[in-house]
């Protein structure tokens, strides 16, 4: 079954603080992954985009990771700040060469307290 | 336009009617998608068109739901004879591979 799991579900950290979110799939044919941050009441906007040969890739204070072999991602957060507060949302497109279908995770809320 | 558009972003409708969400796409998007989002949870497939293939209904989760795309542009989504549990966010897609823009959505809220 084609899946993506996310942890935490929700997650409550310092301003200033670094933070790691992580995405498990099951995806299969296995096309690229996608870190999406979605504001309350706003659509979601893309943070990096990764295929399969490429294991890191940063945007700012946020760098994702891909292991395809075990076929985890995480994403990083640096020096958290207040605007930091979304949810982040990971996305594996299933299917090779084409949009083919986006399978979502359920995304983990991240809380930035001053 | 530079982004993707929704339109209405809010609409509020009794049970039983039918309503049209409208997605206007960024120009030359062959891909469109249309997901929703009901509250607290994640993003729910609905429907996928790509170029001028036959349209991944698969998600869609009654036949009371239906979308078209005319002349590869431009998408609606229909939900005839709307119920309560309808009510959510509903999110279109588009993109270029490998890249998905969404639009800030309609929110529906069926009373």
């Known amino acids: 079954k084609n899946q993506v799991e996310q942890s935490p579900q929700s997650l409550i950290i310092l301003e200033g603080k670094n933070c790691t979110l992580q995405?498990?799939?099951?995806?299969?044919?296995?096309?690229?992954l996608r870190w999406y941050k979605q504001d309350t009441g706003r659509g979601p906007v893309s943070l990096t985009i990764?295929?399969?040969?490429?294991n890191t890739k940063s945007n700012g204070r946020y760098t994702a990771t891909l292991d395809a072999d075990t076929k985890q991602s995480s994403l990083h957060i640096t020096a958290s700040q207040l605007s930091d507060s979304a949810s982040y949302i990971c996305?594996?497109?299933?299917?090779?060469?084409?949009?083919?279908?986006?399978?979502f995770g359920k995304g983990t809320k991240l809380s930035v307290k001053p | 336009g530079a982004g993707v558009s929704q339109s209405p972003s809010n609409k509020v409708t009794e049970k039983g009617k039918d309503v049209e969400l409208r997605c206007d796409p960024i120009?030359?998007?062959?891909?469109l998608y249309w997901y929703r989002q009901s509250l607290g949870q994640g993003l729910e497939f609905l429907i996928y068109?790509?170029?001028?293939?036959?349209?991944?209904k698969s998600g869609l989760p009654s036949d009371r739901f239906s979308a078209e795309r005319t002349g590869g542009s431009v998408s609606t989504l229909t939900i005839q004879r709307t119920q309560q549990e309808d009510s959510a966010v509903y999110l279109c897609?588009?993109?270029?591979?490998?890249?998905?823009?969404f639009g800030q959505g309609t929110r529906l809220t069926v009373v």
């Open positions: 897609a588009s993109g270029e591979w490998p890249e998905a823009f």
């Open positions: 995405c498990n799939y099951t995806v299969s044919p296995f096309s690229n």
């Open positions: 990764m295929t399969f040969s490429e």
């Open positions: 996305v594996v497109t299933r299917g090779g060469g084409s949009q083919g279908n986006l399978i």
């Open positions: 120009s030359g998007h062959t891909a």
């Open positions: 068109f790509q170029g001028n293939s036959a349209p991944d």
